[in-house]
T-cell receptor, first 113, second 114 residues
């Protein structure tokens, strides 16, 4: 049982480049979300989705796009990377209606130079 | 938006000492969850509290949810080096808002001196 799988684990980007962080879950969870973690800031919600075709913004959505074409996948797109987006990114999923525990992926450590 | 304030930000203890971290909200919470993140790892769910005044125990860990459902605490008795990590509380608002958004506190980093 893979749970939540994030790729890549590490990434270095140049300012202005774009990229997509991948997230997939095999637990048939309807709720998925993206967080970024910075020292002293805890986990901040970027975007979330309550089901296929439905997404909404979290606390820090600027500079990021998401889509949810399937239940399993929830990619996070950085449109034009900036040094301020250097962070560790976590994808999480939980059961229908966003209830119950959140299962996290292993994280993607992104550095923008 | 809803915020949960978590204190302290850091706590260093000697092995065998107790540890407590607190979460406080200005608004009523539907439930509260606690997570542990080991250094270099990802957050892992510990427990969820739903009822007013609820107390749950997991071995040396005791979790409490306040009577007004606005605060919670995690207490570790006789810490061990395996307890090292960051402890987060997380919550969703009471129904009526966007009750799917799981918001995390900033976490308490616990270090244990053997």
């Amino acid at each position: 049982n893979a749970g939540v799988t994030q790729t890549p684990k590490f990434q270095v980007l140049k300012t202005g480049q774009s990229m997509t962080l991948q997230c997939a879950q095999d637990m048939n969870h309807e709720y998925m979300s993206w967080y970024r973690q910075d020292p002293g800031m805890g986990l901040r919600l970027i975007h979330y989705s309550v089901g296929a075709g439905i997404t909404d913004q979290g606390e820090v959505p600027n500079g990021y796009n998401v889509s949810r074409s399937t239940t399993e996948d929830f990619p996070l797109r950085l449109l034009s990377a900036a040094p301020s987006q250097t962070s560790v990114y976590f994808c999480a999923s939980s059961l229908t209606g966003g209830r119950g525990e959140a299962f996290f992926g292993q994280g993607t450590r992104l550095t923008v130079v | 938006g809803q915020q949960v304030m978590q204190i302290p930000q850091y706590q260093h203890v000697q092995e065998g000492e107790d540890f407590t971290t607190y979460c406080n909200s200005s608004t009523t919470l539907s439930n509260i969850q606690w997570y542990k993140q080991r250094p270099g790892g990802h957050p892992v769910f510990l427990i969820q509290l739903v009822k007013s005044g609820e107390v749950k125990k997991q071995k040396r860990l005791t979790f409490q949810f306040g009577e007004a459902k606005k605060n919670s605490s995690l207490h570790i008795t006789a810490t061990q080096t395996t307890d090292v990590g960051t402890y987060f509380c997380a919550s969703r608002p009471v129904r009526g808002g966007s009750n799917y958004k799981l918001t995390f506190g900033k976490g308490t980093l616990l270090t244990v001196n053997p």
